[in-house]
């Protein structure tokens, strides 16, 4: 979908197709580190997905929709917004969310080598796999790749921050949440993390504090129609450079999924206690290591062929998309 104020015509099928890949994204949004906007970028809707949320910030747009409901011109108001594909996409995010949370929860913290292995795999197959939209590349691309690489790779490894819990930095915060969460490599979860804010959200919405969520998702909602707006005008205007810089996103990233970690600092109160979920402590900042000496070489087997499995699952994954949008 462009800014011509169509929506492709698609069959209840292809609408159960991007359910599908609503629950891939869904479920790579779940793990830390691992962002929703891979996914989609892997998939091919990720354009799509990136302008339909922005005609929702559209002056023109939302002035013709008005215009038509004035006009009890039902049928060209709901033609304007690409509705039936991003409720699509987000009913399998939160199909994702709401029945695989708790196992991976479970995997990551019982088995976390294999499956941080499994998404590194899949996470360098994705930088690969998008790689093939820039049909010709040139020393300012790759500087471009080198650029993203780099700041996500400092994004990613920075200390969560004691940070206010005012109405004004919780807006703030939602909105820098959402806007990682659509910006492939970057984790709208470890934001959160960053900006202190994810054990005050996590605990907001466990307690049911429709005042701190509320404000929250006020800024999630102005943050991911804003980054679009962003993100499509730069896809019009730029559009190899930009996919470089993501690619580098991707690349930059990789320093979060790498399997083998050492806790090193963990999320404390302002009394300096350890802030524990699920009777484990919550850790903020991890050093990367090779398999130290006496791992067991079966683990780093398994390992790898899972890093191999989620490497191949990617190629699998857009081999399909390119069937299916032939």
């Keep these: ?50 302008d339909s949320i922005r005609a929702l910030g559209q002056p023109s747009i939302i002035q013709n929709i008005l215009q038509n409901i004035r006009q009890q011109q039902w049928r060209q108001a709901e033609q304007l917004i690409n509705w039936p594909f991003l409720v699509a996409v987000a009913s399998g995010i939160f199909i994702a969310i709401l029945t695989l949370a708790p196992s991976l929860e479970w995997v990551l913290e019982s088995y976390p080598v294999y499956l941080w292995s499994f998404f590194f795999g899949l996470v360098l197959a994705s930088a690969v796999t998008v790689s093939r939209r820039i049909d010709k590349w040139s020393p300012q691309l790759l500087g471009g790749v080198a650029a993203g690489t780099l700041f996500a790779y400092l994004i990613v490894g920075l200390v969560p921050a004691q940070t206010p819990d005012s109405w004004w930095f919780l807006i703030l915060s939602g909105a820098l949440a959402i806007s990682a969460m659509i910006l492939p490599g970057l984790s709208g979860a470890f ?70 970690k050492e806790d090193v600092a963990w999320l404390m109160d302002i009394n300096n206690e350890f802030i524990v979920r699920h009777g484990e402590r919550i850790v903020t900042q991890q050093e990367n290591l090779f398999p130290p000496l006496g791992t067991d070489l079966g683990q780093v087997a398994i390992a790898f062929l899972l890093a191999l499995v989620g490497f191949g699952l990617v190629l699998f994954i857009e081999w399909l998309a390119n069937q299916d949008s032939h």
């Excluded at 919405?205 to 005008?233: E, M, P, R, T, Y």
């Design 1 to 50: 979908m462009s800014t011509n104020n169509t929506r492709p015509q698609r069959t209840p099928r292809e609408y159960a197709t991007l359910v599908v890949k609503g629950i891939c994204m869904g479920a790579s949004d779940i793990v830390p580190g691992v962002s929703g906007g891979t996914m989609a970028f892997i998939l091919g809707i990720y354009e799509e997905l990136i």
């Design 191 to 260: 934001i959160l993390l960053l900006l202190g804010k994810y054990q005050f959200v996590l605990s907001a919405v466990n307690n049911f504090d429709i005042v701190s969520i509320g404000l929250v998702g006020i800024g999630a909602g102005v943050g991911i129609i804003s980054v679009a707006q962003v993100l499509g005008w730069l896809f019009n205007k730029y559009h190899d450079i930009t996919v470089a810089i993501l690619i580098g996103f991707m690349v930059g990233s990789l320093r979060k999924v790498w399997p083998w």
